[in-house]
């Protein structure tokens, strides 16, 4: 999953981006409203952490033109501002969670996990495609029963195929879903993890489709 951090505090963005990356998601960090802005509409997201005391444009502002765009995108509010009246004010705007700073970083991250599984997996706990199972916010996955061991590149290029089930996924979506601003991914490591990931999903019943000149498919396919 791709992130966003919308945070002006340096190491508090740092502490998120190091638990998010932790746990296998690409992020990418903007340190103003603005940037924010821009970033939203110019690059793909699965989550916005917003927090909303920001420079150049405040994060409330962000939040509304998000969502007065028509993006769906899940957003965790990230704030020092508490009372009941502000966070009504930014649910009502179009918040999907609210965080009031200090927090645990264990309720951060379980509430993330919360917010990737609704927008995954649209409620349900898992998704399924022949035998194999997959979590996509828990970052686990099973060929029926047996777990599979896949690395956190592995994971993410499973996650962006199985998110898009016998539809078509480029290469450059692929490595845009796997890559935030600071990390780059060549064509020949896309390569290798495809590779690798075809071999451990061998016997699950799904499998990695070439489509030629156009990209890959995770599709349900007979035993071979």
Same mark, same amino acid.
């Given at each position: ?11 508090? @963005?740092?502490? +998120? ?14 340190? %103003? ?7 939203? $509409?110019?690059?793909? /997201?699965? &989550? *916005? ?26 957003? +965790? ?15 009502? +705007?179009?918040?999907?969670?609210? &965080?009031?700073?200090? /927090?645990?970083? @264990?309720? /951060? ?6 917010? *990737? ?7 349900? =706990?898992? *998704? ?6 997959? %979590? ?10 047996? =777990? ?6 592995? /994971? ?8 898009? =089930? ?30 690798? *990931? $075809? ?14 000149? &156009?990209?890959?498919? &995770?599709?349900?396919?007979? %035993?071979?």
């Amino acid at each position: 999953m791709r992130i966003l951090i919308a945070e002006d505090d340096a190491s508090i @963005a740092a502490g +998120l981006a190091a638990s998010l990356r932790q746990g296998g998601h690409a992020t990418d960090h903007v340190a %103003d409203g603005a940037s924010a802005d821009a970033a939203l $509409r110019d690059t793909p /997201f699965d &989550l *916005l952490i917003l927090d909303l005391g920001l420079p150049a444009l405040d994060g409330s502002e962000v939040l509304h033109r998000l969502r007065k765009r028509g993006g769906e995108l899940p957003v +965790l509010v990230v704030t020092a501002r508490e009372g009941l009246r502000e966070r009504v004010r930014v649910l009502d +705007l179009g918040a999907d969670d609210y &965080l009031v700073k200090p /927090f645990a970083l @264990a309720e /951060f991250e379980a509430r993330v996990r919360a917010l *990737l599984r609704r927008r995954t997996s649209k409620g349900t =706990p898992e *998704l399924r495609i022949g035998r194999l199972r997959l %979590d996509l916010p828990g970052q686990r996955a099973w060929n029926g029963e047996a =777990p599979l061991d896949l690395t956190a590149r592995e /994971f993410g290029l499973l996650a962006a195929l199985a998110t898009r =089930p016998e539809r078509i996924t480029s290469r450059a979506q692929l490595i845009e879903a796997l890559c935030s601003w600071d990390q780059e991914l060549t064509d020949n490591g896309l390569d290798i993890a495809i590779h690798r *990931l $075809r071999r451990k999903l061998r016997g699950c019943g799904a499998g990695v489709r070439t489509i030629r000149g &156009l990209g890959y498919t &995770l599709q349900e396919e007979a %035993d071979g």
